[in-house]
C-alpha cells in the first residue's frame, strides 16, 4: 500500500479499539515474570555454554601480549576468543565501533576476550586468569581539551546538515537590542536500562539463530551479518521482550556478535550476558556536548538572531551529537547559524540515546529562552508564544502538517498554576524551602518509515499479527493489536500479536519515536487486504463493505467474520510505503513542560515537587500506553537535570562510575506527582491512523524546565549540568 496523500475517513476513524485506553495485553506476562527476556530462553539451547567478555585495561594502546595458558587450563572452559582465532571481523553500517579489540585498543573495555566455558561463573573466574601485557598509548579522553581544535563535522545522515546558515546571523545579533550568549554543558549519560545486553546464538551448520535484547531486527540482521561475515538472508534473530532499551540497543553491539563467533569458535551454543560495568564502557551512550547559544532579540521578545554551536567527540567514523537538530524548528527567526564540531576521542562510542539531538540541545536552548525573557523582563510562556511559527523558518514555504504549540503553552500554564510564579528569583519560601517554577518548550521529529505486517484469520475468526516490531516496554504489542482489532472488527481479545521474529516482515522497530506510527501503519495495510480477501470470499463488494461487532455487512447482508475462514486459515501480508508527504511538510510533535522544584535553603538540595507534560503527537492511540511513555521520559528528565553524568577519568580514559551505584538515575524517592496531558489532535499526513509517535517528547524539555526552575528558586543560573547542590549552594540567598 503507498501513502502519499493525506489521509480521508479511515476504518480506524471509527475508534472503537484504537484511541481507547487499553491495559497492556503482555502485561500479565510481565508481572507474574513468565515473559522470558533474550537470557532466559534456555530451551532454545539447553546446552549452551556460558561466554565472559574481558574487557580492555586500558584506554588507548596496543595488546603486546595475551597469555591464554591458564584460563584455557581453569576447569570448564570450552574455548577462549581473541583476535586471533575470531576470524576476520567487520564493522556495522550503524555503528562504528570495532567489536574485538586486536591488535590495536580503540577504548577502556573494549572486548580483549571472551571466555567460553560450561557456567558462567567457571567462564568468569577463567577471565580473571588470562593475562594482557599492553603498550599504552596516547589518549584523547577530554572533550574541553580537544574543544579548540575540533573542526566542523562532516554531512552526516542523520541529525541535518552541520553547517546551516539563513540570512545574516553575525550582523542580525550584533544589532540586536537584547542578547543571550552563553556556553552550557551536557555530560556524557549512560542508557542505563534494567535489562543487561544479553544474547544466546547457536549455529545450525551455516544458519545461525539468536534470541538477542535488540531493538531494530532488520538492522540487527544486516549489521550482525556484516561484523561476522555471514550473510544476512542465514541470520534469524529473536527479540520479543526487551528490559528496557532508549537506543542503546538499537543493533549489533558486543553481546550478540561476540555470542555468535563464541558460538562458532566453540562449537556450542553460546550465551553472553554483558556485565554492568562493560554497558557503559564498551558499549555506545549520550556524547558529552559543549554547547554555545546566542540569541538577539527586539525588545517585544521576537527572535532576529539565532545562533547554535556544538562540540562533542566520538571514535573515528562516529557522528556528532545533534544537539541544534530542535533549533532549525523551534522558533521564527530569519537569522540564524548552526554548526557541529566533532573532536576525535578515544572513549566508548557516542551514538543514540532517548532523543538523541534533541535532548541535550533543548537542555541549552531552553534555558537560554529562560534567560532572555529574564533580559527582557518578560514572562517566559509569553516569550515563547511570541515566537511560534507554523512554516519552516528556513524553508517558509514549507508549512508543519500540524503544530498546536501555542495551545500546548496556554492549556499548560493554565493546568500548572503558571500564573503563582513569582518572576523574581529567589523570593517564594516555604518553612525552609524555596520555592521556583520553570517551563520548557519540547519538538521531536515524527518520522515514519515503510513498515510491512502479516495478517491470518482462522477458523475461530481469532486474528493474529505478525511482524518484527519489537516491544521495549512502549506497549508495542497493545497498539499493535488494537489496529487489527479495529481494522477487522474484532474485540482486543480476539486478536493475538507476535512481535520480535526477523523472518516476520520488517519494520523499523522501536527506535527514534518512529515505530508505534510505522509499525501501525504496517498492520493497517496488511489488515486492508485482509479485509479485501474476507470481502471477495464472502462475495461483498469489496469498496462498500463494514467490518464490526464480529461481523462483516454490505448491502444490508451480515455474516460473522469466522465464517470468512471456514474452509482454511486466510493470510494476508502488505507493506506501507511512504511517498514524499514529509518534503512537502515539517511533521513533528511538540509539547511544553512544567516543573516546581524546592530547593533547601539550608543544604541547597533539590526536590522535584510536580510536573506537567502537555504534548501533540497526533491521534493517541492509547492514553494508558502514551501515559506511560511520557511520564517514564519524565522521570529520565529528572535524572539528566539533576544527577546523571558519566564521570570520565581524563588521566586513563573511562567513566569511573560504571555501574548503578555510581551512576545515579531517579528512584521513587525522586519522583513526584507527574501529570501528562494530550492536545486533542489527528495528522492526516503521517498515515491513515494520522498518530505520530511520542515516547522521546516526553524527555525533550524536562532538564530544561527543572533547571528554570531552580534558577527560579535560588537566582542562581547553573548552566552545566547535571545541576547538584555544590554549583549553586555558594549563590543561595541568605538566611533571615
Not at 544486516?222 to 520479543?240: A, F, Q, V
Not at 532572555?372 to 512554516?391: C, F, G, H
Not at 448491502?555 to 510505503?577: F, N, Q, T, Y
Request: glycine share 10%; proline share 5%; hydrophobic share 40%.
Amino acid at each position: 500500500m503507498k501513502f502519499d496523500t493525506p489521509a480521508g475517513t479511515t476504518p480506524i476513524d471509527r475508534l472503537t479499539v484504537v484511541g481507547r485506553a487499553h491495559t497492556r495485553v503482555e502485561g500479565p506476562l510481565k508481572t507474574t515474570g513468565t515473559a522470558r527476556y533474550a537470557a532466559e530462553h534456555h530451551d532454545f539451547a539447553p546446552d549452551a555454554a556460558h561466554g565472559y567478555i574481558l574487557g580492555a585495561a586500558i584506554g588507548k594502546g596496543r595488546i603486546d601480549r595475551i597469555d591464554t595458558a591458564a584460563a584455557h587450563a581453569a576447569p570448564g572452559v570450552r574455548a577462549i576468543v581473541t583476535s586471533e582465532n575470531s576470524g576476520p571481523i567487520g564493522k556495522g553500517e550503524f555503528y562504528t565501533q570495532r567489536i574485538l579489540a586486536g591488535p590495536m585498543v580503540d577504548h577502556y573495555h573494549q572486548a580483549v576476550a571472551v571466555v567460553v566455558a560450561d557456567t558462567f561463573e567457571q567462564a568468569r573466574a577463567a577471565a580473571s586468569l588470562i593475562r594482557v601485557t599492553y603498550a599504552r598509548g596516547k589518549g584523547r579522553f577530554d572533550l574541553a581539551a580537544q574543544k579548540s581544535s575540533a573542526p566542523i563535522a562532516p554531512e552526516e545522515p542523520f541529525g541535518g546538515s552541520t553547517n546551516a546558515s539563513v540570512g545574516n546571523f553575525a550582523s542580525a545579533f550584533a544589532s540586536a537590542p537584547v542578547k543571550v550568549d552563553e556556553s552550557y554543558t551536557v555530560p556524557d549519560q549512560a542508557h542505563a536500562m534494567m535489562e543487561p545486553h544479553a544474547s544466546i546464538a547457536r549455529w545450525d551448520g551455516d544458519k545461525l539463530t539468536c534470541w538477542t535484547s535488540i531493538q531494530a531486527m532488520n538492522w540487527g540482521c544486516r549489521d550482525l551479518g556484516l561484523i561476522i561475515g555471514t550473510p544476512k538472508e542465514n541470520i534469524r534473530l529473536h527479540s520479543p521482550f526487551i528490559g528496557g532499551g532508549f537506543g542503546g540497543k538499537g543493533t549489533t553491539q558486543s553481546d550478540l556478535a561476540l555470542a555468535a563467533i563464541a558460538a562458532r569458535v566453540s562449537g556450542r551454543p553460546v550465551k553472553v550476558v554483558l556485565q554492568r560495568p562493560l554497558m557503559f564502557n564498551n558499549t555506545i551512550h549520550r556524547p558529552k556536548t559543549i554547547q554555545r547559544v546566542r540569541l538577539g532579540a527586539g525588545k517585544d521578545g521576537r527572535l532576529v538572531a539565532i545562533g547554535h554551536d556544538s562540540w562533542s567527540g566520538n571514535l573515528a567514523g562516529g557522528r556528532t551529537e545533534p544537539t541544534n537538530l530542535p533549533t532549525q524548528l523551534m522558533y521564527a527567526g530569519e537569522n540564524r547559524q548552526l554548526r557541529r564540531y566533532l573532536s576525535p576521542l578515544d572513549l566508548a562510542e557516542g551514538n543514540a540515546m532517548r532523543a538523541p539531538g534533541e535532548a541535550p540541545g533543548m537542555m541549552a536552548l531552553e534555558v537560554a529562552m529562560d534567560e532572555l525573557a529574564e533580559k527582557l523582563e518578560m514572562d517566559p510562556v509569553a516569550l515563547r508564544i511570541a515566537n511560534d511559527t507554523q512554516v519552516d523558518p528556513s524553508k517558509p514555504e514549507r508549512k508543519f502538517s500540524t503544530r498546536p504549540f501555542v495551545q500546548c503553552l496556554k492549556e499548560g500554564a493554565d493546568r500548572f498554576g503558571w500564573n503563582a510564579r513569582v518572576a523574581k528569583p529567589g523570593s517564594r519560601r516555604e518553612g525552609k524551602w524555596l520555592i521556583g517554577m520553570g517551563v520548557a518548550s519540547a519538538i521531536r521529529g515524527a518520522p515514519i518509515m515503510k513498515a510491512g505486517a502479516r495478517v491470518r484469520l482462522g477458523k475461530d475468526g481469532h486474528v493474529t499479527v505478525e511482524t518484527d516490531m519489537t516491544d521495549i516496554g512502549q506497549g508495542s504489542y497493545t497498539i499493535v493489536a488494537q489496529t487489527a482489532a479495529e481494522m477487522m472488527g474484532v474485540p482486543l481479545e480476539r486478536v493475538t500479536a507476535k512481535l520480535g521474529d526477523s523472518t516476520f516482515p520488517e519494520t523499523p522497530g522501536s527506535g527514534g519515536q518512529a515505530g508505534a506510527a510505522s509499525a501501525t501503519a504496517g498492520v493497517y495495510a496488511a489488515c486492508a487486504k485482509l479485509r479485501e480477501l474476507v470481502a471477495q470470499r464472502m462475495g461483498f463488494n469489496t469498496t462498500d463493505v463494514t467490518f464490526a461487532d464480529g461481523r462483516v455487512s454490505s448491502a444490508g447482508r451480515s455474516v460473522p467474520l469466522a465464517d470468512a475462514a471456514r474452509d482454511g486459515e486466510i493470510v494476508a501480508e502488505d507493506v506501507m510505503e511512504f511517498g514524499d508527504l514529509n518534503k512537502e511538510y515539517a511533521q513533528q510533535t511538540v509539547g511544553a513542560h512544567f516543573a516546581e522544584v524546592g530547593v533547601d535553603a539550608y543544604t541547597g538540595a533539590v526536590r522535584v515537587r510536580r510536573m506537567l507534560a502537555v504534548c501533540a503527537a497526533g491521534r493517541i492511540l492509547n492514553p494508558i500506553t502514551a501515559r506511560s511513555q511520557v511520564i517514564g521520559g519524565m522521570t529520565m528528565g529528572i535524572g539528566a537535570a539533576l544527577m546523571e553524568e558519566m564521570a570520565v577519568d581524563t588521566r586513563f580514559g573511562f567513566f569511573v562510575n560504571h555501574d548503578l551505584a555510581g551512576y545515579e538515575v531517579p528512584v521513587h524517592a525522586d519522583v513526584p506527582h507527574l501529570e501528562a496531558h494530550f492536545i486533542d489532535e489527528v495528522d492526516a499526513t503521517m498515515s491513515p491512523l494520522k498518530a505520530k509517535g511520542v515516547g522521546e517528547l516526553g524527555l525533550v524539555g524536562v532538564a530544561p524546565a527543572i533547571a528554570n526552575a531552580v534558577y527560579n528558586a535560588t537566582g542562581v543560573r547553573v548552566r552545566e549540568y547535571p545541576v547538584t547542590l555544590d554549583k549553586h549552594f555558594a549563590g543561595l540567598p541568605e538566611i533571615a
